[in-house]
């Protein structure tokens, strides 16, 4: 059974940091297959795509409201993506969600974790 289990959300100070933790397990294929990305919804609003890391680890995207504060990663070993989220803002206040997907000629799988709530507010 896959599960991504997210971790390191909580409430923060705008200007504030938080490091958000995904472990996954139960994957058919290597972690290292996946293509991994964090995504959040705010109340009231759509899921929004905020960052997206390549199975290796060498290239990733970034939604424009977070270029230059949030930073992905992955820990193939770990079976672990990291959403280093700096400079938070009030805007940033949502529920993050973990996306793992794997695809081939003929086939797409794609999983979603539980979420983790973020709230930035004084």
């Known amino acids: 059974q896959v599960q991504l289990v997210e971790s390191g959300g909580g409430l923060v100070q705008p200007g504030g940091s938080l490091r958000l933790s995904c472990v996954a397990s139960?994957?058919?294929?290597?972690?290292?297959?996946?293509?991994m990305s964090w995504y959040r919804q705010a109340p009231g609003k759509e899921r929004e795509l905020v960052a997206t890391?390549?199975?290796?680890?060498?290239?990733?995207n970034y939604a424009d409201s977070v270029k230059g504060r949030f930073t992905i990663s992955r820990d193939n070993a770990k079976n672990t993506v990291y959403l280093q989220m700096n400079s938070l803002k009030p805007e940033d206040t949502a529920v993050y969600y973990c996306n793992a997907v794997v695809s081939g000629t003929y086939f797409r799988r794609e999983y979603w974790g539980q979420g983790t709530q973020v709230t930035v507010s004084s």
């Open positions: 890391v390549t199975i290796a680890g060498t290239s990733t």
């Open positions: 139960g994957f058919t294929f290597s972690f290292s297959s996946y293509t």
